[in-house]
């Protein structure tokens, strides 16, 4: 057994190390792009142009009402096939593909922004009218108040729950797997084929998870009691 436990952690051990720069470079990636996409939503939930509002509920309900892994899937494979196809009746050929882990950035920022949209949509509603009353009569305009007293409050009340999301995603990029892409899991699974150490190898896998998601967990706590504390 120790002989089995040797060769998991000389073997599986570095090709994880390398999983974990490739979790990482995803994870930051798409939780900016979900950031950006989130924040554009809840502006736009939050707007007075009702077609708007409604086309935006229709995306987020359609974006939420599916799974991640399928989304996955849809970006890798499906669109390509379409873009393929549109390109072709102009008699253009275009052979696209998108790379594994661009599908996963791109799937992670729809997928997290939709559900952060509401997070930070909510903030915005929370925050005291009287901001906005106050901006308007020292004469800045709507726009300028959303983004100087509206935004910045909403987005700092919301850095915990981001927190939490960011430890999901973390977690989520075993999904990518399934497209391809050379992250943990995949990993994990190619030595366990190989080897049989199944055992081994997915405990070791469940401990690097381990290791990265529990500190950022507490650093979300950490921040969200400064934030409580500073409120008041």
Not at 64 to 72: A, E, K
Not at 190 to 218: D, G, K, N
Request: aromatic content about 12%.
């Amino acid at each position: 057994m120790k002989l089995y436990w040797s060769k998991t952690f000389s073997t599986l051990g570095p090709s994880l190390i390398q999983g974990i720069g490739v979790v990482i470079y995803v994870t930051v990636f798409g939780f900016l792009v979900s950031l950006v996409i989130s924040l554009l939503l809840a502006i736009g939930r939050t707007s007075k142009y009702k077609i708007l509002n409604r086309l935006l509920v229709l995306f987020v309900e359609l974006i939420r009402g599916t799974p991640l892994l399928v989304q996955f899937f849809y970006i890798y494979y499906v669109i390509p096939m379409l873009c393929d196809a549109f390109f072709m009746l102009f008699g253009i050929k275009t052979g696209l593909q998108i790379k594994p882990v661009v599908a996963g950035i791109i799937g992670f920022g729809i997928n997290y922004g939709c559900y952060m949209s509401e997070v930070i949509r909510s903030a915005i509603m929370a925050v005291d009218p009287g901001q906005r009353e106050a901006g308007l009569a020292l004469g800045y305009s709507e726009r300028q108040v959303l983004f100087k007293f509206i935004i910045p409050p909403a987005l700092r009340n919301s850095i915990p729950v981001f927190g939490n999301y960011l430890v999901m995603m973390i977690k989520d990029t075993s999904l990518l797997a399934m497209i391809s892409v050379q992250e943990l899991l995949l990993r994990t699974k190619t030595f366990a084929s190989q080897t049989f150490l199944t055992v081994e190898a997915y405990t070791l896998l469940a401990l690097v998870y381990l290791v990265i998601s529990v500190p950022l967990s507490r650093v979300s706590v950490v921040l969200e009691k400064k934030l409580k504390h500073r409120g008041k």
